[in-house]
């Protein structure tokens, strides 16, 4: 209830219109049987055609001021939940791009789609409460006064009558609530499977477990499918009370008036204004009614979205984010300022020291090792790692990130056309020619060894790629992921396994290129390649946790058997070494 309240808060001034102009409307409705009665007791009865002709006028200029108003209520009301619907996307996306590679780990991908489709929605509909629901209260409250100028006994009917409405569908209510939690939680569950298996169906149908998922998910569907009929069934009774019970409310009142108009107590055209006060009296009735359904709706999408806005990032120790122009706080000793230029990268879990300038290759015996190695570099994780002898922990994070680049192989590549993909923000950059964008994108492609994918493609760097890349084979998604790294120009580049998609010849070109395209520049590169190995300036051998051994790679083939084993799979040393030479691996 506070988030919907936040969003509430958020256009105070718009909401504020949205009750009055739904109030004005509201009680507009009220205002027609009144000039009904008074046309059928002043110019009917009392046989005169001024009084008549002056009330229908008034009639038909309060049905144009009705259907005015109408326009502006619903005008005010769509930009009320459109405007509540963009904030809690933003929030969601704000908060997805913090939690970043947690978020996978905390969510099913499921859940946040049905998060981000979904609960958003239901989320902005109970802003309606606060246009047309604020004004049914007062229609309310305004028609029980109105009927009890004409008979009290009608207004205690009325007054009673329509909370006896609310407690025959507030058990309703409170089941429907259950119900929907239990569906939509089931929902986000089949959604995340159905994105596990669209995402897996290559490989599902060549091990044959294709079938097999298909009924596993068909079974879930079912249990999804009974769920959903009972959060049917629950809401026709609500919809069907929302109609049922005001009619016979209706009925009755109408009855008992003309009970009372027989008796004289009552005028005809005070039977006609009852009428019509009890017939609009429906009308804020049904608001109040489908309003209490929206918000259990509501309420249920909020705690969802409140659940996924209060995950939290792992801790990578040290202070967080700052603004660009921040500067060291000397209240803060634990924030210090980052290397004004190239600085060493130190870790000492490792005893890896990363020299500035140089393209630096560690050969892991574990891939989780090389892998907990990158994370401790671009601290995603808290860890006594350097840089330029400041702990990393001690430098906001987003100067870190916006200097040091961990480029994971499999790492995410969003939709749009391929420049999209391979420079999302040229802007960034100080020079706005657009060719110059595209020969900096050109000049990363041929690093990445990358122009035939460009070559293949239909229209070229305009091509449009759906999300994931999926049209793009393995090798080719690695080496647009690879450009892209190199596009972003970071100080410092962390490239795990770049190359373990593409064939031999294309290894040994992009080691070539790579070193190029980094001359000057950190690079390190966590891999097993002799290729890429052969082109680093220093490589570092990372055993059981430790670097045991550094040196060139030629160097560690001749000392270090252990490299050997790992990198040239204990072939001759020789061997090896004229293979690279030729660009083949042994």
Same mark, same amino acid.
């Given at each position: ?10 256009? !105070? ?84 791009? %913090?939690?970043?590679?947690?978020? =996978? ?26 246009? =047309? $629901? ?10 029980? +006064? ?32 259950? &119900?929907?939690?239990?569906? %939509? ?13 669209? #995402? ?6 060549? +091990? ?81 009614? @489908? ?6 709706? $509501? ?17 990578? $120790? ?9 500067? !060291? ?18 870790? !000492? ?5 990363? %020299? ?48 040091? /680049? ?37 000049? &990363? ?47 410092? /580049?962390?490239?795990?396994? !770049? ?30 390649? =002799?290729?890429?190995?052969?082109? #680093? ?7 059981? $946790? ?12 001749? @000392? ?12 001759? =040393? ?7 030479? @030729?660009?083949?691996?042994?």
């Amino acid at each position: 209830m506070r988030y919907l309240w936040w969003l509430v808060r958020r256009q !105070p001034w718009r909401v504020l219109r949205g009750s009055l102009i739904g109030t004005a409307w509201m009680v507009g409705l009220s205002l027609r049987p009144y000039l009904i009665a008074r046309a059928v007791d002043d110019g009917l009865r009392g046989r005169d055609t001024r009084a008549l002709a002056l009330w229908v006028g008034a009639i038909v200029v309060a049905g144009a001021g009705l259907s005015y108003l109408g326009i502006m209520r619903h005008r005010t009301m769509t930009f009320i939940r459109e405007d509540a619907k963009a904030r809690s996307a933003a929030v969601v996306l704000r908060q997805v791009s %913090r939690v970043g590679a947690v978020l =996978p780990r905390r969510a099913a991908a499921g859940e946040v789609a049905t998060i981000g489709g979904s609960d958003i929605d239901w989320s902005a509909q109970v802003l309606t409460l606060t246009g =047309p $629901g604020v004004g049914a209260v007062v229609a309310y409250a305004i028609i029980a +006064v109105l009927l009890w100028s004409i008979s009290p006994m009608l207004a205690l009917c009325v007054l009673v009558g329509v909370p006896a409405v609310a407690l025959v569908v507030g058990p309703l209510l409170r089941r429907l609530e259950r &119900a929907e939690s239990v569906y %939509r939680k089931q929902q986000g569950a089949l959604t995340a499977r159905s994105g596990d298996i669209v #995402a897996g169906l290559r490989v599902l149908a060549g +091990v044959g477990g294709r079938d097999l998922f298909a009924r596993r998910y068909a079974a879930r569907s079912q249990d999804l499918l009974a769920e959903g009929y009972r959060v049917g069934a629950v809401n026709s009774w609500i919809d069907a009370a929302t109609v049922a019970i005001p009619g016979l409310f209706l009925a009755a009142v109408v009855w008992l008036t003309a009970r009372m108009a027989v008796t004289g107590d009552v005028t005809i055209g005070e039977l006609v204004a009852v009428y019509g006060y009890v017939a609009t009296l429906i009308v804020p009735v049904w608001f109040l009614l @489908e309003g209490s359904y929206q918000l259990i709706r $509501g309420r249920v999408a909020a705690r969802r979205i409140v659940a996924l806005l209060n995950l939290s990032p792992d801790d990578v $120790g040290g202070p967080g984010r700052r603004g660009p122009n921040a500067v !060291p706080d000397a209240r803060r000793p634990d924030v210090g300022a980052a290397p004004d230029g190239p600085a060493d990268l130190h870790d !000492p879990a490792t005893g890896l020291t990363v %020299r500035a300038g140089r393209l630096t290759g560690v050969a892991a015996d574990d891939p989780a090792a090389a892998l907990a190695l990158a994370d401790r570099l671009g601290r995603y994780v808290a860890s006594d790692c350097t840089w330029g002898g400041t702990p990393l922990t001690g430098i906001a994070l987003d100067e870190i990130r916006a200097r040091i /680049l961990v480029a994971d192989h499999d790492s995410y590549l969003f939709a749009g056309t391929l420049r999209d993909i391979l420079l999302p923000r040229p802007e960034a950059h100080d020079d706005a020619r657009p060719e110059a964008h595209d020969d900096r994108i050109h000049a &990363a492609l041929r690093a990445a060894s990358a122009e035939d994918v460009v070559d293949a493609l239909p229209a070229g760097l305009d091509t449009v790629i759906d999300a994931r890349a999926r049209s793009l084979s393995g090798g080719q998604r690695q080496r647009v992921r690879l450009a892209r790294a190199l596009l972003a120009e970071p100080q410092v /580049l962390i490239l795990v396994d !770049p190359t373990s998609a593409v064939d031999a010849h294309t290894e040994a070109r992009i080691a070539e290129r790579l070193r190029a395209a980094r001359a000057g520049l950190t690079t390190v590169v966590l891999a097993t390649s =002799p290729l890429l190995l052969s082109r #680093a300036d220093v490589v570092a051998h990372l055993a059981e $946790g430790r670097i045991v051994a550094t040196g060139t790679h030629p160097d560690l083939l001749d @000392e270090d058997p252990g490299y050997r084993h790992l990198v040239a799979r204990d072939s001759d =040393p020789a061997v090896e070494r004229s293979a690279v030479a @030729e660009g083949v691996h042994p």
